[in-house]
């Protein structure tokens, strides 16, 4: 079957060749048919928007080579406890306040331990209480902390495979992909929705790009937030030299996904930064329907909440609300609170 009949259905049954294939169409029909599948599902000019807040940093003990926050590798990033609850919920309404629909929150850990647990289930059940979507990424999860996460109220779990599994090897040694894979299943079976996504420009084939991929696409349900980074280089870490990873490349990857995933939010995620206004807006046309606004991601620096203002109000583009609220009042608020930002200094520091 061609790679583009169909355009629009959610398929599991992808193979690397038409996935290959969709990678090898001209630019220009390839970006028409993401756009095409892209309206079937979606507004075409609303983006979701999630802010994301480190509430453990550094001191991880997994080797992942792209990481500053790997206890192996020597760079800047200082080592943090987890933060009290008060601080979580601080950044949680600030988040709010800038239009933020989701609050993620990520902890350099390879998997929670049970006194962890009471804390971070609180924070789940404070910052839903604000009405907010919320997501966490933690490491590694077994059944019973999933269940534990799910009767706290979270709504996402985010877990990425990186990259392919023909690649995995070469970049993480200390978890392997079926651990990955497992936790997923943990969270789908205790009713959470999942958010995962891989990370480009870790030195990986293009096949390799067509692998991680499919490997998404292929899960059932396929993952409702699919966050596409391109790697952020961190002197220290041992990718910190590796080939940039062509625009053109990673502009295809967005709307491959769009393609695959079509009733998946796809995340414009880490490396932002370091992407113009035209690159950010073709993502968009390719179906990127999802950011993070706020300045930094975990450790990584990401576009200043005023910056993506401006952009959107440049492209024409709205920010989704959450389906939970339903007062006029409060979403036009919401709306309208971004514009309110543009002219502050936004936004705070993990670090602080």
Request: net charge negative; with cysteine.
């Amino acid at each position: 079957m061609s790679a583009t009949q169909h355009l629009g259905e959610v398929r599991h049954n992808w193979t690397v060749k038409e996935v290959n294939a969709l990678f090898e169409l001209p630019f220009n029909d390839l970006m028409f048919y993401a756009q095409s599948v892209h309206r079937q599902h979606f507004n075409a000019n609303e983006v979701q928007v999630s802010t994301l807040l480190s509430i453990k940093t550094g001191a991880c003990p997994e080797d992942c080579k792209y990481c500053s926050q790997s206890a192996r590798y020597k760079t800047d990033i200082e080592k943090e406890k987890l933060l009290e609850v008060e601080k979580v919920l601080e950044a949680a309404k600030a988040a709010k306040a800038q239009g933020s629909t989701r609050f993620c929150m990520g902890a350099a850990w390879r998997n929670p331990k049970e006194r962890d647990m009471p804390y971070v289930t609180k924070m789940v059940k404070e910052v839903k209480a604000l009405g907010l979507e919320t997501c966490m990424t933690l490491g590694m999860l077994d059944n019973d902390q999933a269940h534990q996460l799910k009767e706290a109220g979270l709504d996402y779990y985010n877990h990425n495979l990186d990259t392919s599994p023909e690649h995995y090897n070469q970049i993480i040694t200390t978890r392997s992909y079926q651990d990955r894979l497992d936790t997923l299943t943990n969270v789908r079976d205790a009713g959470m929705k999942v958010c995962s996504g891989g990370i480009l420009g870790l030195g990986e084939k293009a096949t390799d790009r067509s692998s991680l991929l499919a490997q998404l696409a292929n899960l059932s349900p396929q993952p409702e937030s699919v966050p596409i980074n391109m790697l952020v280089k961190i002197e220290g870490t041992p990718l910190s030299n590796v080939d940039d990873l062509d625009n053109f490349d990673f502009i295809r990857s967005i709307a491959v996904a769009r393609i695959m995933m079509p009733k998946s939010h796809v995340r414009l995620s880490a490396g932002r930064d370091a992407m113009n206004e035209q690159m950010q807006s073709l993502c968009f046309l390719a179906g990127a329907n999802s950011i993070f606004f706020g300045c930094k991601l975990l450790t990584a620096g990401n576009p200043e909440t005023n910056q993506d203002v401006i952009l959107f109000k440049k492209l024409g583009i709205n920010t989704e609300t959450v389906d939970s609220i339903e007062d006029e009042a409060t979403q036009a608020k919401l709306k309208t609170a971004i514009v309110d930002q543009e002219n502050k200094d936004l936004f705070y520091n993990a670090a602080q």
